[in-house]
T-cell receptor, first 114, second 110 residues
Framework: EAQVTQNPRYLITVTGKKLTVTCSQN?????MSWYRQDPGLGLRQIYY???????DKGDVPEGYKVSRKEKRNFPLILESPSPNQTSLYFC?????????????FGPGTRLTVL | GQNIDQPTEMTATEGAIVQINCTYQ??????LFWYQQHAGEAPTFLSY????GLEEKGRFSSFLSRSKGYSYLLLKELQMKDSASYLC???????????FGGGTRVLVKP
């Protein structure tokens, strides 16, 4: 089944404890992206990747890192999480950067930083 | 940058029609997407418009006017399962970046 998977789905952690949220897609998509979703603010892009080893900042990159060593994986790293990073996180992928390329979203990761 | 506005919430009755408006101001435009998102779940693709006019897909239709920076999503014959948030997203001219509006929560009542 074609899908985007994320792990973990739920995570409660404490300030300063490094964590990684994994994202994987099995559709051979070139483009991958991370969003956070907060009430009243909608989905905001954190980082994106146009292809392997190519990553760039989105609208809210502060406090996050990403890597794209393989086409299928795009992990999100929080080196020193803070309470303002408590949010619902979505990973998404699309085939390429062409005109019509819908993004497929993962199931989401609900992160709470105490 | 992009600025995308849509109403926060709408209520409608089962079997009725609801129209969700989206206005945008952009420095570049490469199409407009509508996504549906049920509470706590991932957004799922509904429609894509890049040319002016109406795109119809079953009970859902989406309209675009590029000159007015305006789109709407029309939901017909509303069903209880249509209760969800509807997200308007504009694709920038460069790259694959999507900028989302805040979403419109639609509540369908019996």
């Amino acid at each position: 089944e074609a899908q985007v998977t994320q792990n973990p789905r739920y995570l409660i952690t404490v300030t300063g404890k490094k964590l990684t949220v994994t994202c994987s897609q099995n559709m051979n998509h070139e483009y991958m992206s991370w969003y956070r979703q907060d009430p009243g603010l909608g989905l905001r892009q954190i980082y994106y990747s146009m292809n392997v080893e190519v990553t760039d900042k989105g609208d809210v990159p502060e406090g996050y890192k990403v890597s794209r060593k393989e086409k299928r994986n795009f992990p999100l790293i929080l080196e020193s999480p803070s309470p303002n990073q408590t949010s619902l996180y979505f990973c998404a992928s699309s085939l390429s950067v062409g005109l019509y390329n819908e993004q497929f979203f993962g199931p989401g990761t609900r992160l709470t930083v105490l | 940058g992009q600025n995308i506005d849509q109403p926060t919430e709408m209520t409608a009755t089962e079997g009725a029609i609801v129209q969700i408006n989206c206005t945008y101001q952009t420095s570049g435009f490469n199409g407009l997407f509508w996504y549906q998102q049920h509470a706590g779940e991932a957004p799922t693709f509904l429609s894509y418009n890049v040319l002016d006019g109406l795109e119809e897909k079953g009970r859902f239709s989406s309209f675009l006017s590029r000159s007015k920076g305006y789109s709407y999503l029309l939901l017909k014959e509303l069903q209880m399962k249509d209760s969800a948030s509807y997200l308007c997203a504009v694709k920038e001219a460069a790259g694959n970046k999507l900028t989302f509006g805040g979403g419109t929560r639609v509540l369908v009542k019996p």
